[in-house]
């Protein structure tokens, strides 16, 4: 003889606790990938800034091959976008930009001398965009990154919220 609903209550039970537990986790992670992607927006303008400022730097490389072919200093920014194209985080990208600052400042100008390149000239203008770029990545577009991430791990860190992270591998990294 079959057994009746009421008479399954352990079965039901379990079935309602797994219900439960879903839906808990279920709208866990999704509460915390919601405030994940709030630092998503400023994460995304700091790449862009990078972005343009290595566009700037590899522009001011390009000009430099022909002033300058066999210069140090070209090489060293010709393996610092490459580094900078093969990191995978933002803060590797950060990194790599960051430790082209004086290779470039130095390329340019022996490109400069060798090229006579004066106000308004095409490496001038690259140059005076990557320092641009340098100076609104480092007053404005980290900083506000830096807060943004310093406020989801503040969410994230707590429990229950930092074992639904991990299991939806949601982080936000601050950048040095």
Do not use: H
């Amino acid at each position: 003889m079959e057994k009746r609903f009421t008479e399954r209550r352990g079965i039901a039970w379990i079935v309602f606790a797994a219900v439960v537990a879903a839906s808990v986790f279920g709208i866990g992670i999704a509460k915390l990938s919601g405030v994940a992607a709030s630092c998503e927006d400023t994460a995304g303008v700091l790449r862009d800034d990078l972005a343009m400022q290595m566009n700037a730097a590899s522009a001011i490389a390009s000009a430099a091959e022909q002033a300058v072919p066999d210069a140090m200093s070209l090489a060293d920014v010709q393996e610092g976008l490459a580094a900078y194209e093969a990191a995978d985080t933002l803060a590797e990208q950060y990194a790599a930009a960051s430790a082209l600052s004086s290779d470039v400042s130095l390329l340019y100008e022996e490109a400069r001398t060798v090229l006579g390149d004066d106000k308004g000239g095409v490496l001038q203008t690259q140059y005076s965009e990557y320092l641009s770029r340098g100076n609104i990545i480092r007053q404005s577009s980290l900083p506000e990154y830096n807060e943004d991430a310093r406020a989801v791990q503040k969410k994230l860190s707590g429990f229950p919220a930092s074992l639904l992270a991990k299991l939806a591998g949601l982080s936000a990294d601050v950048i040095s």
